[in-house]
């Protein structure tokens, strides 16, 4: 069945720091990827996604390359702040069938220190 | 003011009690969720409903039902609660129709002692 591992948590930074969270995913078809992020106390939040191979997504700082040879959509930040402390969950839509369900990895819990 | 609401955000509640969570959103979509998530199980889909007329079962749905009111508010029930039902809820909505990302409300804390 569709399925997402990425890696396990937790993981500490240093403020400024180069942030990577690898996340792959088992599919048939051709998946959407989503990368959400959970602030403490809070609901998940859509930080990217990609929706055919090759897409880049971006947003506050944070991008992911949808690579359908490696299946893998791994997370980046070049220089990481405090407030990104943060669970951090990578998914997949599978397409075009089951298009409702949404498949969460584990989720990785991101610490930055100032 | 948030695109998609949950009421209440934390609870309290007994075992055998009846509870409803309530969602409500203002994204015009079509597709609503009902998640909930505990520690080292991740997040686990209840049911799921693409318009007022279509209401689906997830992968656990024992032990609740749920409510499409409108096309902008789905309910959550648990009829009898039971201890085991404590956890994080979480409502979310999707456009669906070529768009599948989904969009979380803030969450529903809740406790059954």
């Known amino acids: 069945g569709d399925s997402v591992t990425q890696m396990e948590g937790p993981v500490t930074l240093s403020e400024e720091a180069f942030l990577t969270i690898n996340c792959t995913y088992t599919a048939t078809g051709y998946p959407s990827l989503f990368w959400y992020v959970q602030y403490p106390g809070e609901g998940l939040q859509l930080l990217l996604k990609?929706?055919?191979?090759?897409d880049k997504g971006s947003n506050k700082g944070f991008e992911a390359t949808y690579r359908k040879e490696t299946t893998s959509f791994h997370l980046e930040k070049g220089s990481v702040q405090v407030s990104d402390s943060a669970v951090y969950f990578c998914?997949?839509?599978?397409?075009?069938?089951?298009?409702?369900?949404?498949?969460f990895g584990a989720g990785t819990t991101v610490t930055v220190r100032a | 003011d948030a695109d998609v609401t949950q009421t209440p955000r934390n609870r309290i509640t007994k075992t055998g009690k009846r509870i409803m969570l309530e969602c409500s959103q203002t994204k015009g979509h079509d597709r609503m969720y009902w998640y909930r998530q505990d520690p080292g199980l991740g997040l686990r889909l209840i049911y799921y409903s693409f318009d007022v007329k279509d209401i689906n079962k997830g992968e656990i749905s024992d032990g609740y039902s749920v409510s499409r009111q409108a096309q902008a508010k789905f309910s959550l029930s648990l009829e009898s609660a039971i201890p085991n039902q404590t956890a994080l809820y979480f409502c979310?909505?999707?456009?669906?129709?070529?768009?599948?990302?989904?969009?979380f409300g803030p969450g529903t804390r809740l406790t059954v002692t």
């Open positions: 990609a929706t055919k191979a090759d």
């Open positions: 998914a997949l839509t599978p397409i075009p069938l089951n298009d409702y369900k949404l498949s």
């Open positions: 979310a909505t999707s456009p669906g129709q070529g768009a599948y990302e989904q969009y």
